[in-house]
């Protein structure tokens, strides 16, 4: 007799709150995490909070829910990244996993979200539900990396499903939606991703600002094995968009990109310690 299989279904919040103390520096003033989530310890750098979001267990699983909500008060520099990978797994009921995260920046506050890439597995139904609320006079950063899948185990563009769904807002306003569902066994839906490069990496930012946008310097980013473009939003900001031949590219595009955006905010990039 087969032996029964018990799956745990995880069902993880992060919630945290950046705040600015009276002496100008960011601190957590609420933080609040159950698994998969984990927070490392927070560190300084460049005048802003460095916070490293954990995920201690493989990756996320068929029926996982994961809600993330980052606040970031007024004065305070927060900067939310992961030192890893994201791992999607094989569905075998064909439940998707479901990542909901929502990032707030009140008036005169900054933010960056800079995670590692997402790896869909073969077999992986995955949905992700992004909101970002930016106040007039915020700042933010928001980047996101999606990865074809294993690309060392051949594993190219192998998941049943991906739906990605991205709302931004400026003080009230919805200035961008976006809207993916990416279904290899519809290849139609994957044109736009394979039509210059077979095994491409997807590199999305979401700039907030105020500033000029530096036409010339992200432009030069462009080469034979990076496919780059940007556009203004309705409102309040850019976005800027690439397909990269390969990881290691798409790598070196978001560090030089990353260090292109904080020289138009006049600030420097805080170390993160693997760019």
Known sequence: MAEARTIIRLKGHLHL??????????????QSFRAPFHLSKPHEDAGALVVNVVNPTAGIFEGDELELLAN????????LTTPSANRIYQSRTGKPAVVRQTVRAAAGSFVEFLPEPLIPHAGSVYEQHTELWAETGAEMLFFEWLSPGRVAGGEVFQYRRLDWRTDVRVNGRLVARERYRLDPARPATL???TARFPQAH????FWVTDRPFPVAAVESLGSDGIYLGWSALSHGGWTIKALCTDALTTRKLLSRLREVLYHAIDRVPPRLGRF
């Open 191 to 193: 044109t736009s991703l």
């Open 72 to 79: 970031t008060e007024a004065g305070a520099r927060l900067v």
């Open 202 to 205: 997807y590199l999305g930012c």
């Open 17 to 30: 709150t950046c705040a600015c103390d009276g002496a100008g520096r960011s601190a957590l003033r609420e």
